[in-house]
């Protein structure tokens, strides 16, 4: 099948893996396997999840200053857009950053899809909101992420799962992608070969 559309996760799979949750868990007053700090924060009460808000608008904010793309991420972006194929970041972030971290380093994506659009990633919304706006089908469209959230969230929406093996836990959430890549750049081979 044709592929129509590209939806990228930003932190980790544009930008080189920054966060580090544990930290900032710990720093919320979380247990380190308390799980995911957007879920985490959803169960607190109003006071905790203003202070534990600050915590992460804090850390979400070095991390676009501190940002530094993933080799050759630029180029693929180019070489997509060249190909007429659509481009969308689907975030657990927010818009503002994923806006800041384009300007910074001249990317331009055509839709962004953040946590305050919707259900959050492993959800399907995300992907499905992406591809309607796009006009494309899931099965049209890759998604390309570093973290098994984003391989639930590909086949819960039907899309093609692309896992960005540079995390250490990468072997883990492999069995869950329908392609490993190590570079970002090998997507565009991915895209070739379906055309056939």
Same mark, same amino acid.
């Given at each position: 099948m044709l592929i129509k559309a590209v939806i990228f996760d930003l932190d980790g799979t544009i930008t080189q893996p920054y966060f580090d949750f544990d930290a900032i868990r710990e720093e919320m007053g979380l247990e380190k396997d308390s799980g995911p700090v957007l879920e985490s924060m959803e169960k607190m009460t109003p006071q905790q999840r203003q202070s534990a808000e600050e915590i992460l608008h804090f850390h979400?904010?070095?991390a676009v200053t501190q940002?530094? &793309?993933n080799a050759g991420a630029k180029?693929? &972006?180019s070489a997509l857009r060249k190909a007429g194929i659509h481009i969308g970041i689907l975030t657990r972030n927010k818009r503002n950053n994923a806006l800041a971290i384009a300007k910074k380093h001249g990317l331009k #994506?055509?839709?962004i899809v953040d946590r305050?659009?919707?259900p959050v990633k492993p959800d399907a919304f995300g992907v499905l909101r992406i591809c309607e706006q #796009? %006009?494309?089908m899931p099965e049209e469209t890759l998604l390309v992420g570093d973290y098994l959230f984003d391989l639930l969230c590909a086949k819960a929406a039907g899309a093609v799962a692309v896992l960005l %093996?540079?995390?250490s836990r990468a072997a883990e959430f492999a069995g869950y992608a329908d392609f490993t890549v190590e570079k970002i750049g090998q997507? &565009?081979?991915i895209v070739e070969d379906k055309k056939s």
């Amino acid at each position: 099948m044709l592929i129509k559309a590209v939806i990228f996760d930003l932190d980790g799979t544009i930008t080189q893996p920054y966060f580090d949750f544990d930290a900032i868990r710990e720093e919320m007053g979380l247990e380190k396997d308390s799980g995911p700090v957007l879920e985490s924060m959803e169960k607190m009460t109003p006071q905790q999840r203003q202070s534990a808000e600050e915590i992460l608008h804090f850390h979400e904010r070095r991390a676009v200053t501190q940002s530094r &793309l993933n080799a050759g991420a630029k180029q693929t &972006l180019s070489a997509l857009r060249k190909a007429g194929i659509h481009i969308g970041i689907l975030t657990r972030n927010k818009r503002n950053n994923a806006l800041a971290i384009a300007k910074k380093h001249g990317l331009k #994506f055509e839709i962004i899809v953040d946590r305050e659009d919707g259900p959050v990633k492993p959800d399907a919304f995300g992907v499905l909101r992406i591809c309607e706006q #796009f %006009a494309v089908m899931p099965e049209e469209t890759l998604l390309v992420g570093d973290y098994l959230f984003d391989l639930l969230c590909a086949k819960a929406a039907g899309a093609v799962a692309v896992l960005l %093996a540079n995390n250490s836990r990468a072997a883990e959430f492999a069995g869950y992608a329908d392609f490993t890549v190590e570079k970002i750049g090998q997507i &565009l081979q991915i895209v070739e070969d379906k055309k056939s």
